[in-house]
Structure formats: C-alpha cells, structure tokens
C-alpha cells in the first residue's frame, strides 16, 4: 500500500508542524556533539542524549489531549509496515514519522525505503548501527534538501560516502565508528562545501593526508575528530579554516606545538585535546588563544605548573581538567577567571584547600568534583556559589552532612551524589533542591523509608537509585506520582514484577533499568505493549 496525500495526508493538515532543531539541550554539548543547531548526540555517565533529543508525537504533554496530528503520526507508526513510501505527503510529516521510528530504534531496510525521495532535512540515526550503503542511496534521496545527518555503522563504505554527492546543501555530517572509510570517502566529504559541522568519531583509518582535502571546507564552524591518529601535521591543514569556532581533536596524538597552527583561527571559541597526552612542556602556547571560551584538557600528564599559563584567558566559560595532576596549589591560576561556568575537576588532587580559591567564581554553574578529596567540611566552601546548577559530588567521603551543608544551592537542577554515603536520614535535605531534574543517589544507604523524601521533586527527569539493595516495590509506588520521568534505574535492589504495576502513571518513561531484580524481560515488553508505548530502552532486555 502507497500512502498518498489525498488517502492520508489531508487527515494530518490540521496542525502542520515544522521540525525544529533547536530541541532540550544537554549543557555540555558543545564539547560532546553537533551545536544546537542541528542535532545532539553523544553521552556521558548520567545524561543519556538520546533523553534530550525531540520527543515523538507520542509523548503527550501531560497537561492536554493529544492532537490530531499526533493521533494520526502514532497510528502510522503502529501500522508502518503497511506502506511502501511517504514521498507524496508533506515533508514535515513524513520527517515527524522518521524521527518517531528512530527514537523507538524501529527502522529496518525495508522501512527506510520507505522514506526515499521524501525531501528530508535531518537523518540522524544514532543508535541504528545497521546503516549500510542502501540506507546511504535513500539518504541521497533526499537530494538538496538534507541539511544534516548522522551515522553510526562499520558497514558504510566510501562509495556511500560518495552518494551523498546528491545533497549539496549538507550542512552538517556525522560519522562514528564507519571504519571502511578511507582517504576516497574523506575527498568525497571535501566536496560537501556547505558544511558547517563536520564530526568524524572512531574511525580507525583516518590519518594526517586524510585531512588535507578538509582545508576546502571553508565554512566550516565545527570540526571534531576524536579517538584517531591525526598528529600535529594533520592539525596544519586546518590552519586556514578561518571561521571553525569549535574543535575536537580528542584521542589524537598531537602536542602543544599543534597550538601553532592554530593561533591564526580567531573565530574559535572552543578546543577539546582530552586525551592527547600533553605535558606542561609547550602549555604556554595555549595563552596565545586568548579568545578561547572553553578548553578541554582531561586526561592529560599535565600538573600546576600548566595552569600559570591559563590565568590571562579570561574569557573562559569552560574548563575542563578531568584527571589531570591538579592540586589546591594549582586552583590559585584559576581565581580570575571570573566568567567560568563549567568547571571540571573529577579525580585531581583537588581537597578542601582548593575548593576555598574557588569561593570568587559567582558566575560558576556547573562544578564536578567526583573522585576528589573534598570532604563533608569542605562543602561549606560551596555555599556562597549560589548560580550552580549542576554538582558532581561522586565520592564516598561524602555524607549526611555534605547534603546538609548544601541547602543554599537551591538553583540546582543536576545532583550526582553516586558514591556518596547519603542513607534515609539525609534525603530530607533534597527538599531544598524542587528543581532538581536529574538525581543520583547510588551509595546503597537508602531504603523505602528515604525514598518518601523524594517521592516530592517532581521536576526529576532522571533518577537513578541503583544499587541500595534494600528497596523493594514500595519504592516504585512512592515515585510513581513522578510524571515527568524519562529514565528511571533501580537496578540490583529488591523490586519485583509486582511493583511494575506502580510504573503505569509514568508515561513519559524511554528507559528503565532493573537489572538484577525479580524482574524478566518479558515483564516488561507487557508493561511496555499495555501501557508504556514510549518505552523504547529497557533492561533486562532479554
């Protein structure tokens, strides 16, 4: 059966509406995905993108009815493998109908033929690692219209590569994991002059002379090449790419002398080297990049002595330091840097000395201590940081009193307190945080008893309570007033599939965990099928 637009579409021109890409950002995009502008992917421990990409037309709000068009877009999707194309009804139903399948990982080869010569904007197909060069001749299909696209598959050859000489408009290209690619795919991309953002993630065969086509790219904003072999004689073919305001090269090989070759670029605003084993010897290349507004240094031998060379950069709104040999000493360079936002200082040498250089960085919003030494007394530092909104306090010296000494941080909307010693007793201080949106609490001190304490932050979006072993089903019927929830992990505790009932209010749900409960996978396939259908990511998953 041929859906036509007399036959279908004419049901769904009641509210028309236009696919937007500016969707629910996670906060740290920018160093881990496309901009806004396009499309998000990309993760972390807790915030799981795919969470924060466009909801389908099936994810109601809870304060209306459904309307016709969402009606009709469900009942489509239920019954896709009925048509054979969609090509003849409007491009912003049949985009609507695409994302709804790749957000329930529900596309196969013969459903995306289905959508050849549709006219799309947007390809994004995440998780969906079967993409082969079929599925690259139908997203050629879509000729000048495409603006972005996303894929994730070992199976992609050059020669799909090739095909997308057909879309001419292409803005913005991701490539992760396409490890048949080669320099003949890369010169096809070189040929994509619209591109603004261009990301290439695990590919294994990519090499310096692999980038010399891209110094075409003029237009180029966003360029990230991460976990690959480029060396600082691949980083000076993107010398002249005068516009790249972001650039990844993290996992790369480079050294601070690749800084070189950037000094040119005043249009760039942000620089991830996470992973490139840089020194303190050349750190003092990075002060020439005075206009940078976020850099990524993580998981570099770099100590204090490369700090000194950051104290002048103080446009920074990110930095990030993730396991790096920092100390309290070092924390001292940082105290200018007035316009920090983001501050990453997971497993330093960071301890309560440090936090007290950080007491004049007002502006802070997000601040990942996890892995630190910071203690409970050491909290105390962070109470007049009254503009935080996201904390990482992921330690197990962390208790009952750290919670209680944070209460002034009523602005917070994120809380990881993943290791830390919290039991029943301490749960009550989470009444000071209502917007809280995202909450980890995994330390296995809790049981139902603290659960009531959360069962009132109804603003959660992802809670994750997994490991404390003594809940049981009772604390699935405290949060099952939690409407707003799209991820919920209770995994190795207590729950059974009796408790699963007390899930069935919760119809914004996508992912749910329960790993290592008296719970199966065919337990939940029937919650999903009756009462779940936004349910698209599960474990036990077999």
């Not at 139903?93 to 994302?99: D, G």
């Not at 207590?494 to 719970?519: A, F, M, W």
């Amino acid at each position: 059966m041929i859906l036509s637009e007399s036959s279908q579409g004419n049901s769904l021109m009641g509210s028309v509406c236009s696919c937007k890409r500016d969707h629910y950002a996670d906060e740290n995009i920018t160093r881990r995905g496309f901009s806004g502008r396009y499309f998000k992917f990309g993760s972390s421990k807790w915030l799981e993108s795919s969470l924060f990409l466009p909801a389908t037309c099936c994810q109601f709000q809870q304060s209306r009815r459904p309307s016709l068009m969402e009606l009709c877009i469900c009942k489509i999707c239920k019954d896709i493998d009925k048509y054979r194309s969609f090509s003849m009804l409007p491009r912003d139903i049949s985009q609507l109908i695409f994302n709804h399948l790749v957000d329930s990982c529900s596309l196969s080869d013969s459903r995306i033929e289905a959508f050849r010569d549709c006219a799309l904007h947007d390809m994004c197909m995440r998780e969906h690692t079967r993409v082969n060069n079929k599925w690259m001749d139908v997203i050629s299909s879509q000729g000048s219209s495409l603006l972005s696209a996303y894929i994730s598959s070992t199976e992609v050859t050059d020669f799909g590569l090739s095909l997308l000489r057909n879309c001419s408009n292409l803005q913005a290209l991701g490539l992760d994991c396409c490890d048949k690619i080669s320099a003949p795919g890369i010169k096809h991309i070189a040929g994509l002059t619209n591109l603004e953002s261009l990301t290439i993630r695990n590919c294994k065969f990519i090499t310096d002379s692999d980038l010399k086509p891209l110094a075409g790219l003029v237009n180029l904003k966003e360029l990230q090449i991460s976990c690959s072999d480029i060396t600082n004689v691949g980083v000076s073919y993107l010398r002249d790419l005068y516009k790249l305001v972001v650039l990844n090269l993290e996992g790369s090989v480079v050294t601070a002398s690749c800084l070189d070759y950037l000094t040119a670029l005043t249009s760039l605003k942000s620089l991830n080297v996470n992973r490139c084993h840089l020194l303190d010897d050349g750190c003092e290349k990075f002060s020439a990049l005075s206009s940078l507004k976020e850099l990524n240094l993580g998981f570099n031998n770099i100590t204090d002595t490369c700090l000194v060379q950051l104290e002048g950069m103080t446009k920074l709104e990110g930095l990030y330091l993730d396991s790096c040999r920092i100390s309290n000493d070092g924390l001292a360079h940082l105290a200018g840097l007035s316009n920090l936002k983001a501050l990453e200082l997971s497993d330093t040498e960071v301890g309560r000395n440090g936090i007290l250089q950080l007491s004049g960085l007002t502006n802070l919003e997000d601040l990942n201590l996890s892995f630190t030494s910071v203690t409970d007394s050491g909290l105390k530092e962070l109470s007049g940081l009254t503009s935080l909104r996201s904390l990482n306090l992921d330690a197990r010296q962390i208790t009952d009193s750290g919670l209680a000494v944070l209460t002034s941080l009523t602005g917070l909307t994120h809380l990881d307190l993943f290791g830390a010693q919290i039991t029943d007793s301490g749960t009550k201080y989470l009444s000071y945080f209502k917007n809280l949106q995202s909450l980890d609490l995994c330390g296995g001190r809790l049981t139902d008893a603290g659960v009531k304490n959360i069962k009132d932050l109804t603003s959660l979006m992802l809670l994750n309570l997994s490991q404390n072993l003594k809940l049981s089903d009772t604390a699935l019927e405290l949060l099952s007033g939690l409407t707003s929830l799209v991820s919920l992990n209770v995994s190795n505790s207590r729950i059974t599939s009796d408790g699963l009932q007390h899930l069935k209010p919760l119809k914004n749900l996508r992912s749910l965990y329960l790993e290592y409960c008296g719970v199966t996978a065919s337990e939940i396939k029937k919650l999903q099928a009756t009462t779940l259908p936004n349910l698209v990511r599960y474990r036990p998953n077999e």
